[in-house]
């Protein structure tokens, strides 16, 4: 499928993507581009009522999750660390 970009810079999304992605007149979009390439999600009218359920059947537990955002806050420590420790080093304060 193909569209026509105008000089404004619109196109019409064709009516077979329109009907695939559930995209009615006045809904949102968001653009990202990727490797030269545009990708087009539409955005949920609830977001919250949208992701509802996602994870069901996934195996994926709360123990997981705060499990791995254990370990992601161990690493924003260690990171933040390192960054004042740069900081510290390139500092031209000098302390009395």
């Known amino acids: 499928m ?9 196109t019409v ?3 077979e993507v329109r009907k695939a992605l559930g995209v009615k007149a006045g809904a949102k979009l968001t653009w990202i581009i990727k490797d030269r390439s545009a990708v087009v999600f539409p955005v949920p009218v609830d977001p919250v009522a949208a992701l509802q359920g ?3 059947d996934s195996g994926y537990t709360f123990e997981d999750f ?3 955002r254990n370990e ?6 260690l990171e933040e660390k390192e960054e004042e420790g740069r900081w510290r080093a390139t500092s031209s ?3 009395r």
């Open 93 to 95: 304060i000098r302390r």
């Open 2 to 10: 193909q569209s026509l970009v105008s000089v404004r810079g619109q």
């Open 72 to 77: 992601e806050r161990k690493r924003e420590r």
């Open 54 to 56: 996602i994870l069901k």
């Open 13 to 15: 999304i064709p009516k």
């Open 66 to 68: 705060m499990s791995e």
